[in-house]
């Protein structure tokens, strides 16, 4: 049977999202905004009315699926918003972001705060968005109404978040939230940074050091993670409920999270493009823009990282973008005190993360694996993160061996000029990124609001 497509995508290069898979020539036929069918190229009888052609220049992706994004509308609009991260997404070849529950007001923690955060959100948007809700001390009523009003899962901090309205929880709420979240089938997502570990005075290592960032590093060491992965790991194992690493950054805790997952605990984890990409030998003195939290480490725990990435340790790669004003960053001091922790790179992550995986002889179809595939089946989006048929027609076009230098100026982010990244040469030009078949941004907002229902 000969199928008439509104769009049929022919790609000498394509990746489904299979990290198993090796890029080959497919043809993807499109309608009404889902995939149809896809085809090896060569054997292909798909027609479309519309039909884009690419050469050997370009990969086919599937759209990126960027599951921890602050987009911070509203209440703290200036730092960031619905319209601008979403135009920066699209860029980035990212097609769906899942919106972090804090750093908003209010905080998403109740059903209240998801309407008026799906409210600010609503016509503004150029890709798909999903909405985290949030885990603090005394919100359990409100998890099953967020739970039924679509939220992709929650998120809790074991530390000071440093949002007065986002506060850690503890040991036994921490076991109490994932117990409830095994009834009701949602992951919770751990900030983990132990209380215990940030309140004690580190007398072993150097005091905290303002422009300094090996003050900054000494002060956030790698045990404060230990110890916090290791009590959200029993915290796991006695509830049965699925808990997920955010931003993973000491690579000492990948045995015990492999050991864990060997052994059945519900466990996964994710990294981010600053910690595969930065080193701490390589921050000067009041780089402040390079400021996060958990901190960026030493080279030989970005290649850990790495080798917990291949060892699928870790499943995933997303951005954490979490944006401030630029005065935010304290620029005139460089004080690492003062300085907001975190980094802006919605719009980067694919080319960070391309630029270090073809180093170490990474291909494609395992960097849309952590990209795509996996951030979706983290958030429960059955329709994304693969080229098949019956998913949306979500697509990222990638030239993977044309390269640029990282300009703010072309930046879509509310900061620009806040990104460590200016200069930095990076291979993995975004084409063209297609939300349900059409292009998303700068145009018409198309983005739809995502509720989980599985
Ligand atoms: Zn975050």
Same mark, same amino acid.
């Given at each position: 049977?000969?199928? $008439? ?12 999202? =299979?990290?198993?898979? %090796? ?10 905004? &889902? ?7 060569? =054997? %292909? ?16 992706? @599937? ?35 899942? =919106? ?20 600010? /959100? ?33 998120? !809790? ?10 506060? @850690? ?81 000491? %690579? =000492? ?14 466990? $996964?984890?994710? $990294? !981010? ?18 400021? !996060? ?102 697509? !990222? ?9 990282? /300009? ?16 930095? &040469? ?6 063209? $990124? ?11 907002? &198309? ?8």
């Amino acid at each position: 049977m000969t199928v $008439t497509a509104d769009l049929l995508i022919r790609a000498r290069r394509a990746v489904t999202g =299979d990290a198993a898979e %090796s890029e080959r020539p497919l043809a993807v036929g499109v309608i009404d905004g &889902r995939v149809v069918a896809v085809e090896p190229l060569a =054997d %292909s009888v798909l027609n479309g009315r519309d039909t884009l052609e690419l050469g050997e220049d370009a990969v086919l992706l @599937p759209g990126l699926v960027d599951s921890h994004v602050h987009v911070c509308e509203p209440g703290h609009t200036d730092w960031e918003g619905f319209a601008s991260a979403t135009r920066a997404a699209a860029a980035g070849g990212v097609t769906t972001l899942v =919106d972090m529950p804090l750093d908003s007001v209010p905080a998403t923690v109740s059903g209240g705060a998801l309407a008026a955060k799906r409210r600010a /959100a609503d016509g503004q948007c150029h890709v798909d968005v999903g909405f985290w809700g949030g885990v603090i001390p005394g919100n359990t009523p409100e998890l099953e109404p967020l739970a039924g009003a679509g939220v992709a899962g929650f998120k !809790c901090f074991l530390t000071d978040s440093g949002a007065p309205d986002f506060p @850690p929880v503890d040991a036994a709420q921490l076991t109490g939230a994932l117990r409830a979240l095994a009834r009701l089938r949602r992951p919770l997502l751990v900030h983990a940074e132990s209380a215990r570990a940030a309140a004690a005075p580190a007398v072993a290592t150097a005091p905290y050091a303002g422009r300094g960032y090996a003050g900054y590093l000494a002060a956030n060491p790698r045990g404060a993670e230990n110890l916090a992965i290791a009590e959200v790991i029993e915290a796991a194992r006695v509830t049965g409920g699925h808990a997920h690493i955010v931003h993973l950054s000491s %690579s =000492d805790a990948l045995p015990m999270i492999a050991s864990a997952q060997r052994e059945g605990v519900r466990l $996964t984890a994710e $990294t !981010c493009p600053h910690y595969l990409t930065l080193t701490a030998e390589e921050i000067g003195d009041g780089e402040t823009a390079c400021k !996060c939290s958990p901190p960026v480490r030493e080279a030989a725990n970005r290649e850990l990282l790495w080798t917990g990435l291949r060892e699928r340790v870790l499943s995933m790669v997303v951005s954490d973008h979490s944006p401030c004003t630029p005065a935010m960053k304290a620029p005139e001091v460089g004080d690492f005190d003062l300085a907001w922790g975190g980094i802006s790179s919605l719009q980067l992550g694919l080319p960070l993360v391309w630029t270090q995986a073809r180093r170490r002889g990474i291909g494609l179809p395992q960097v849309a694996a952590w990209m795509s595939a996996a951030p979706a089946r983290l958030a429960g989006l059955a329709a994304k993160g693969k080229i098949a048929a019956g998913y949306d027609a979500d697509f !990222c076009v990638l030239a993977p061996e044309e390269s640029f230098v990282v /300009a703010p100026g072309r930046l879509y982010c509310r900061h620009p000029e806040t990104t460590p990244y200016a200069g930095r &040469r990076l291979h993995g030009v975004v084409r063209l $990124t297609l939300l349900r078949g059409q292009p998303a941004g700068p145009g018409r907002p &198309r983005g739809k609001l995502l509720r989980r229902t599985q």
